[in-house]
Structures are given as C-alpha cells and as structure tokens.
C-alpha cells in the first residue's frame, strides 16, 4: 500500500517568504508527526497531531510556524516569514496511534536563500 | 528533558566485520527505545524497537539491540555487516506510555568496504 508522502520534495523561497509543506499520512493512521532534520542532526520533533488537534505542539521554534489538519488526514505545515535557518528537511510520519510504529515519508528539503 | 547520545558519527568497517553503534540516552522513567535507519536516497525506516520484555531486541537484516537498563543503554549489533548495511543510523527514544514523540540521537554514519 501507499507510505506516506510529501510534496513538494524540494522547495526553495527566499528570505521573508512564506511557504506550506504537505504530509499525506498512510490511510488511517490516526496520528501524525512532524519533524525536521538539519544538516548533520538528528530529526527533530516540531508537532504531534491525533486526529484533527495538536496533541503536543511543544516543538515548534516560534510562532512563525503553525501546522493544521483540519480533516484528521492531510496535514499542512506553514512556515511564515523565512529565515536562513529555516531550511533543513521536514519529515512527516504516521503512525496507528500511541505506541505503534512511526512510517516516516521522504521529506521536503526547504531552502531559503 | 529527553536526550540521546550516540557514540560515534562516522563508523568504517570492512565487510564481515562485527558491529556495535553506541547510544545512551538521558531519562528517568519508562522508555520505548528505537533504531532507525537511513539507506542512502531512502526513507527513514525503523530497523528494531524496545516497548518491554526481552531486553534483547532482534530486528531485520541480522541486527539486534540490548538494552541495559542500569547503563541506560540500548547498543546496536551485527556479527557480520555487509556492504548492503551502508546507511546512517539513529538512536531514539520516547517516554513510554505518556509520550508520542520520539527524541533522536545524532546519527551513525556507517561506511562498509567492500
């Protein structure tokens, strides 16, 4: 069956911008992740969703970043104003709920100059 | 707060040799412990995990984990790695039972000589 997919898979703004990043999670799975992975790092966790409400938002750097799932399936990260030290990849997962396996997608790279 | 460390960044081995990843981590209560690993131009995909039970973890590809509870340690092993085991791996962990999201370490980048 379909993992869970991002797009776009590269995307590169400029500095002030503002950007969303899609996450389509595996069909059913009730909770879903965010993460992002600089250079050299591990991934780093940023919001946790179960169904359609932030369950732990404790993540996120600042309020320049917010992430929606209004329908309890497709999630939507949205990245106001860029910053240089913003980009990195930004993982998504999902998983069947507490205590189950984590399926990561591929990522989107953002790059802002 | 949650942390993970992982012992080495760069790892090269020859193949058939044995390996061992370090990684601890840092919290008081109930953990779920994880490997992941990253195949080059591939998803990150979970190699073994720790809930309960046995504290020696077997999972895919001939890999396997014990976790030391005492040494809050949960190292990777392979007797014999092959060159197809050329990936970065990493060590994560969440607090059981309480917490969804998962604390990674760092990062193993493991390079296999053929």
């Known amino acids: 069956g379909a993992g869970v997919s991002q797009t776009p898979s590269n995307k590169v703004t400029e500095k002030g911008k503002y950007v969303e990043l899609r996450c389509d999670p595996i069909?059913?799975?009730?909770?879903l992740y965010w993460y992002r992975q600089s250079l050299g790092q591990g991934p780093e966790f940023l919001i946790y969703f179960q169904g359609t409400g932030a369950a732990d938002d404790s993540g996120l750097p600042n309020d320049r970043f917010f992430a929606v799932r209004p329908e309890g399936s497709v999630s939507t990260l949205k990245i106001q104003r860029t910053e240089r030290g913003d980009s990195a990849v930004y993982l998504c997962?999902?998983?069947?709920?507490?205590?189950?396996?984590?399926?990561f997608g591929p990522g989107t790279r953002l790059t802002v100059l | 707060a949650q942390s993970v460390s992982q012992h080495n960044h760069h790892v090269i081995l020859s193949e058939a040799a044995s390996l061992e990843l370090g990684c601890n981590y840092s919290?008081?209560?109930?953990?779920?412990l994880f490997w992941y690993v990253q195949y080059p131009g591939q998803h990150l995909q979970l190699l073994l995990k720790y809930f309960s039970g046995d504290p020696l973890v077997k999972g895919i590809k001939g890999f396997e984990a014990e976790f030391i509870k005492s040494k809050f340690s949960f190292n990777l092993r392979k007797p014999s790695v092959q060159w197809s085991d050329t990936a970065e791996y990493f060590c994560?962990?969440?607090?059981?039972?309480?917490?969804?999201?998962?604390?990674f370490g760092k990062g193993t980048r493991l390079h296999i000589l053929p």
């Open positions: 997962a999902s998983s069947a709920g507490r205590n189950n396996e984590q399926f």
């Open positions: 994560a962990v969440n607090a059981g039972g309480r917490d969804d999201k998962i604390i």
């Open positions: 919290y008081g209560g109930t953990v779920n």
């Open positions: 069909s059913g799975h009730t909770a």
